[in-house]
Structure formats: structure tokens, C-alpha cells
């Protein structure tokens, strides 16, 4: 049986996640989103709110194994206040080879949808309308719904038909965020160099999660 959808109120975020190099962009982007929905939600003096989220995520069975080796139990990375962070695997998550979830229908469709790290094979199962899956078929409805859709791709180099792909998907709607952390906050380690993208992922999608200022 499929989970209820939250309340039309709440903004509901489905996170993806696919067998490409970089889990560590889906770990943080997950917990950014975890500690911004705990965030007080009660209007402020000046008459805004935090808003409500509700964050679902998905996996494919490669996903897994690559989540498990480049972040395995064993391995951490320091965070901003020097203090280790396990990222184990989310045991609550979806099930992708499922079309029963509400997010596989135009009238139950998330509201933001983040594919990352996303594959080209992904990408060019969701340019051609192949949905073979539950988040090639999630993506589609985002498409076709209108809602957003963040796609951040991790490959190097591109060949021409990635790109062809990619353009595809840029026209029918899609936003295209390439996997390139920027340096200008001078990151003083990977933490926090991960951290200021997986914040800048979140604000294209329209997430109003603050931006760190590193020194």
C-alpha cells in the first residue's frame, strides 16, 4: 500500500538517486532538507514562515551499491564543526520498480523533484519517455505537470549524445545543475565545499535554505 500524500500545505520534495559517482550530493541535500523542515514554522514579524516540507526518497538498486561504497558505515566526512558525519543508507525510502507510489500520477505529482546524482542512462531514459521505473515515470509527470524538476548530472566528459539529451530535457522543462561545486566561498575542507552546492541545489529548486559564508 502506497504512503498517504501529506497535506496540500506542505511542499512535498522527492529525491532521487542514481547509480552515478558523488551520493555524497544526495546525503547532504537529504539532511539539509531533514533539519530545514524541523525548522520553526511559525510566522515571523515580518509575516513569513518557514515552509512545511515532507521529503520522500527513492533509489535505484545501483544507487545502493554506490552509496554503500563511497559511504559506507566506516567512512565520514568532517563537517563545518569538526565533528564527525556518518551518512548511513535510508532505510525508509520507496520503491522504485513500484508505479503505486502517488507520485507516479499527474494528480498526485511532488511539487519539487531533484535527480542527484542522476546517470546518463537515466537521462536518456526520461529525454526519450522510457519510464521503466518509478523515477524515470516521476520525472515524466514533473515534465508534463509543469512542477519543478532539478536534475544535477555526474559525468565527464559529455559525449554528443548526452548533450542532446540534456537540451531535450532543458526544453521540455527541466533544470539542468551540472555537479560543479564553486570555490568562491573558499571551502576550507570537502564538507564544506559540498555543503554551499547542495545549498545552491536546493534554492534552484526553490527551497529558501540560506547560504553559508565561509572565510
Given at each position: 500500500?502506497?504512503?498517504?500524500?501529506?497535506?496540500?500545505?506542505?511542499?512535498?520534495?522527492?529525491?532521487?538517486?542514481?547509480?552515478?559517482?558523488?551520493?555524497?550530493?544526495?546525503?547532504?541535500?537529504?539532511?539539509?532538507?531533514?533539519?530545514?523542515?524541523?525548522?520553526?514554522?511559525?510566522?515571523?514579524?515580518?509575516?513569513?514562515?518557514?515552509?512545511?516540507?515532507?521529503?520522500?526518497?527513492?533509489?535505484?538498486?545501483?544507487?545502493?551499491?554506490?552509496?554503500?561504497?563511497?559511504?559506507?558505515?566506516?567512512?565520514?566526512?568532517?563537517?563545518?564543526?569538526?565533528?564527525?558525519?556518518?551518512?548511513?543508507?535510508?532505510?525508509?525510502?520507496?520503491?522504485?520498480?513500484?508505479?503505486?507510489?502517488?507520485?507516479?500520477?499527474?494528480?498526485?505529482?511532488?511539487?519539487?523533484?531533484?535527480?542527484?546524482?542522476?546517470?546518463?542512462?537515466?537521462?536518456?531514459?526520461?529525454?526519450?519517455?522510457?519510464?521503466?521505473?518509478?523515477?524515470?515515470?516521476?520525472?515524466?509527470?514533473?515534465?508534463?505537470?509543469?512542477?519543478?524538476?532539478?536534475?544535477?548530472?555526474?559525468?565527464?566528459?559529455?559525449?554528443?549524445?548526452?548533450?542532446?539529451?540534456?537540451?531535450?530535457?532543458?526544453?521540455?522543462?527541466?533544470?539542468?545543475?551540472?555537479?560543479s561545486p564553486s570555490f568562491y566561498t573558499h571551502p576550507q575542507n570537502l564538507e564544506e565545499?559540498?555543503?554551499?552546492?547542495?545549498?545552491?541545489?536546493?534554492?534552484?529548486?526553490?527551497?529558501?535554505?540560506?547560504?553559508?559564508?565561509?572565510?
Open positions: 500500500m502506497s504512503k498517504p500524500t501529506p497535506p496540500s500545505t506542505t511542499t512535498k520534495i522527492l529525491l532521487a538517486v542514481t547509480g552515478a559517482s558523488g551520493q555524497i550530493y544526495a546525503a547532504r541535500l537529504a539532511q539539509l532538507i531533514n533539519e530545514y523542515a524541523q525548522t520553526d514554522t511559525s510566522p515571523t514579524p515580518t509575516g513569513s514562515a518557514v515552509p512545511a516540507l515532507h521529503l520522500e526518497m527513492v533509489f535505484t538498486d545501483t544507487a545502493k551499491i554506490v552509496w554503500q561504497d563511497e559511504l559506507n558505515h566506516t567512512t565520514t566526512l568532517q563537517n563545518t564543526n569538526n565533528q564527525q558525519t556518518p551518512y548511513p543508507l535510508p532505510t525508509n525510502t520507496i520503491d522504485n520498480n513500484s508505479y503505486y507510489h502517488p507520485y507516479a500520477s499527474g494528480s498526485n505529482a511532488a511539487d519539487i523533484m531533484i535527480i542527484a546524482p542522476c546517470t546518463m542512462g537515466t537521462i536518456g531514459r526520461i529525454a526519450s519517455g522510457a519510464t521503466t521505473d518509478l523515477i524515470s515515470r516521476a520525472a515524466d509527470v514533473m515534465l508534463k505537470e509543469r512542477r519543478t524538476l532539478v536534475i544535477v548530472p555526474r559525468e565527464n566528459p559529455l559525449n554528443l549524445i548526452h548533450l542532446r539529451n540534456l537540451t531535450t530535457l532543458a526544453q521540455a522543462g527541466a533544470i539542468i545543475a551540472p555537479a565545499l559540498i555543503d554551499t552546492f547542495a545549498r545552491r541545489i536546493l534554492n534552484i529548486a526553490g527551497i529558501p535554505i540560506p547560504q553559508p559564508r565561509f572565510e
